[in-house]
C-alpha cells in the first residue's frame, strides 16, 4: 500500500508541471512519454536480464494498455486546459468506480464492505470538487471539461485493468505500454489539436521533470503495486493523487478552489482512509505460516 501511495503522490505533480510547460495538450502528452523512454528502456533491459524475455501475451496487453494509455493522456491534458490542473485531475479519478466493479466482473476481486461503503462517499467528494453544482467553479470550459474527464477516466479505468492482467513484471510492461502511447499519440494528435514535435525551452524543461518524475518514477511504483493489491484498492488509494494536485496547484499555479471543493477533499480523504482498512480475520496458528505474504521482488 506505501508504494501505491508514494506513486500517487509523484503521479500528483503530472498536472501542475504540463500547465508550466505551456505547451499544448497533445504536445505535452507526446513528450511526457517520449522524454521517458531512453531511462525506462535501461530499466526494462535490466529486468529482462533477471528474469528473461517478456512472455508474448503480457507484451500483447502491454501494447494494448499503451493505446489506452494514449487516450488517457491526450483527453486528460485537454482537460487541464479546460478546468485547470486540479480539478482535470480530480476528473481524471472518476476511474475508481469503473475499476472496482469492472475487477470484480473480470477478476472475481469482490469489493471489500468497507470498500463498497467508501466508493458513494468518495463519490460524493469528486462531486464537490469538480464545481458541477459550483456557480464559483473555476475553468475556462467546465462543460468541455467534464466530458474529457470523463473519457479520461473511462480510458485510464480500461488502461489500469490491462496493465494488471498483464504480468506480475514491473518495467517490461510499463516500458512497452510506454512506447506504443508514443507512437499513438503522435499518430493521433491532427485529432487532438496537433502537437509541436520541435522542443523549446523552457518548456522542455519542464515536460523533461515531468517525464523522468511521474511518468517514469510514479509509474513504476504503481505498475508494481498492481499485481500485488486487489485492483480496486489501488484505484481508490490513487484518489490521493487529485487531492495532492489541488494543493499544489493552488500554491503553484495560483488555482484556488471553492469552499465546496475544497469540503470535497475533506471527505474524499475521509472515505479512503475509511475504505482502504481491511477488517482482519481471526487466525489460528496453524494458518499462521499460510499467511505471510511473499515479500519476493523476482
Avoid at 531512453?38 to 508474448?56: D, K, N, Q, T
Avoid at 494536485?245 to 482512509?273: K, M, R, Y
Avoid at 481491511?278 to 489460528?284: D, G, N
Wanted: proline share 7%.
Amino acid at each position: 500500500m506505501l508504494i501505491a501511495i508514494a506513486g500517487a503522490l509523484i503521479i500528483s505533480t503530472s498536472a501542475p508541471l504540463v500547465r508550466l510547460s505551456g505547451v499544448s495538450p497533445a504536445t505535452s502528452a507526446f513528450f511526457r512519454c517520449a522524454y521517458a523512454l531512453p531511462p525506462m528502456l535501461v530499466l526494462a533491459w535490466l529486468e529482462r536480464r533477471r528474469l528473461g524475455p517478456l512472455p508474448a501475451r503480457s507484451r500483447n496487453l502491454a501494447w494494448l494498455a499503451g493505446v489506452l494509455f494514449a487516450f488517457d493522456l491526450l483527453f486528460w491534458h485537454h482537460a487541464i486546459k479546460y478546468v485547470g490542473a486540479g480539478l482535470a485531475t480530480v476528473l481524471g479519478n472518476l476511474q475508481v468506480f469503473i475499476v472496482a466493479f469492472a475487477a470484480w466482473a473480470l477478476f472475481r476481486e469482490r469489493p471489500s464492505n468497507r470498500l463498497m461503503l467508501a466508493t458513494p462517499v468518495v463519490f460524493a467528494g469528486v462531486v464537490l470538487i469538480s464545481g458541477v453544482f459550483d456557480s464559483a467553479a473555476y475553468g475556462a470550459n467546465p462543460v468541455l471539461g467534464v466530458v474529457t474527464g470523463v473519457a479520461t477516466s473511462i480510458s485510464y479505468a480500461a488502461f489500469l485493468l490491462v496493465l494488471k492482467g498483464g504480468s506480475e513484471r514491473t518495467v517490461g510492461p510499463l516500458t512497452h505500454a510506454t512506447a506504443v502511447a508514443t507512437v499513438a499519440m503522435a499518430a493521433l494528435s491532427p485529432v487532438f489539436g496537433g502537437a509541436d514535435f520541435v522542443p523549446s525551452w523552457p518548456a522542455h524543461g519542464w515536460l523533461l521533470l515531468l517525464a523522468l518524475g511521474p511518468q517514469v518514477a510514479g509509474w513504476t511504483l504503481i505498475a508494481y503495486s498492481l499485481p500485488r493489491q486487489p485492483a480496486a484498492l489501488t484505484a481508490l488509494l490513487l484518489l490521493v493523487q487529485p487531492m495532492t494536485t489541488v494543493a499544489l496547484s493552488a500554491v503553484l499555479l495560483g488555482e484556488h478552489p471553492s469552499p465546496l471543493q475544497l469540503a470535497g477533499c475533506g471527505v474524499i480523504v475521509l472515505g479512503v482512509l475509511y475504505g482502504s482498512r481491511r477488517a482482519q480475520p481471526a487466525r489460528t496458528e496453524a494458518e499462521q505460516p499460510e499467511q505471510v505474504p511473499n515479500t519476493s521482488t523476482v
